[in-house]
């Protein structure tokens, strides 16, 4: 685990460390730890890493293993001392999940905690054979370390909990409880806070997906339980805020909103209305003001730099290329890096990559 000033980097600590106790002299190879999901939360840097093969070899060649912890969560404050295991979620050697391992995944912030999803130790068998997934939440300590709902009760069940999305104090999410299919939830840290806003009907999921938190609103792809295909939904957090925000492609066709972007006081995304193509539109929140702003088709993530939006593109004449929009020029074609019809990706990929440090 490293830490950077801008200027100087330097190993944090070395979590995941092997020692060799060779004529008295004390070796250290290091396997890597493998820290992911570096999120921020408070003053406090949460990621997940693997300590798992932490052993000693001393000089007859015998090996002392300490008991490994797998992958599990860690945080940080910044200085090695401060740098330690959480909680230790699955305990002693687990089938199943390669090892003792908990599977977490999908780190993100909500004040000063963080929520993500592990196996669940406590539902069933208390995890010794067969494991499903549960909703954790976490302030940095031990004790404050906790699943926060089980939406789907048995052993082995997986939810399939996805999307994680901060909006405000609340986080919402996708899951499926084993009765309604795949729909979105919200939830304030508490169990009986934990709960599911969106039904089609029967077990037909709404397949929520492309959440994003604009301007303090949660804007989502979903298919509507009134005959619309996958569309523009929009949640406060309650069922009864949870509605169609406009059927784009009418008819129960999909115009599956996605690549969401703030910019000023609108929400840029790409949608197929079913006449244009996949075009760039914006919504201030309300339908009469959910409009097509441009026919240009981006292709991929969009990003905003004071006010303006980059993307790539293909026009069908210069192949995909780099293109910008702002509101008094409209879409227009940045640089034909790869002249002629050829594409210039391998090259737009990282100028995107890039104008997204800066973006609002």
Not at 129 to 152: M, P, Q, R
């Amino acid at each position: 685990m490293g830490w950077s000033d801008g200027v100087t980097a330097a190993v944090l600590t070395d979590i995941n460390y092997t020692y060799f106790n060779i004529g008295g002299i004390i070796l250290d190879r290091g396997p890597d730890s493998d820290p992911s999901g570096l999120t921020v939360a408070g003053s406090q840097l949460f990621f997940f890493a693997y300590d798992g093969n932490t052993n000693t070899v001393n000089p007859d060649g015998s090996t002392f293993t300490p008991t490994p912890h797998g992958y599990e969560l860690w945080v940080t404050d910044g200085t090695a001392a401060g740098t330690h295991l959480v909680k230790d979620i699955v305990t002693g050697a687990q089938p199943g999940l390669g090892g003792n391992n908990p599977d977490p995944y999908g780190l993100t912030a909500v004040g000063n905690e963080v929520y993500f999803v592990a196996v669940d130790t406590s539902d069933s068998d208390g995890g010794t054979t067969s494991h499903d997934y549960a909703l954790w939440k976490s302030d940095g300590t031990e004790a404050g370390t906790v699943i926060v709902k089980n939406i789907w009760l048995g052993a082995g069940s997986d939810p399939g909990i996805g999307h994680l999305t901060a909006v405000g104090s609340k986080l919402f999410f996708t899951g499926n409880d084993g009765v309604n299919g795949n729909e979105l939830w919200v939830t304030d840290g508490t169990e009986p806070g934990t709960v599911r806003l969106t039904d089609r009907w029967g077990n037909l999921p709404s397949d929520p997906h492309n959440l994003f938190n604009a301007h303090g609103t949660l804007l989502f792809s979903a298919i509507d339980a009134n005959g619309a295909g996958a569309e523009l939904m929009r949640s406060d957090g309650t069922v009864s805020g949870t509605v169609l925000l406009k059927d784009i492609n009418v008819g129960g066709f999909d115009s599956d909103p996605a690549n969401f972007v703030d910019a000023g006081a609108f929400t840029y995304f790409t949608a197929d209305d079913g006449v244009h193509g996949r075009a760039l539109w914006r919504t201030d929140g309300t339908s009469g003001g959910t409009v097509m702003v441009d026919p240009v088709n981006p292709i991929g993530p969009i990003v905003a730099v004071n006010g303006t939006l980059y993307f790539t593109a293909n026009d069908g004449s210069h192949g995909t290329e780099l293109w910008r929009w702002d509101a008094v020029q409209g879409a227009t074609m940045v640089a034909d890096l790869q002249p002629g019809d050829g594409s210039s990706n391998r090259r737009t990929s990282p100028m995107l990559a890039a104008l997204s440090i800066h973006r609002e």
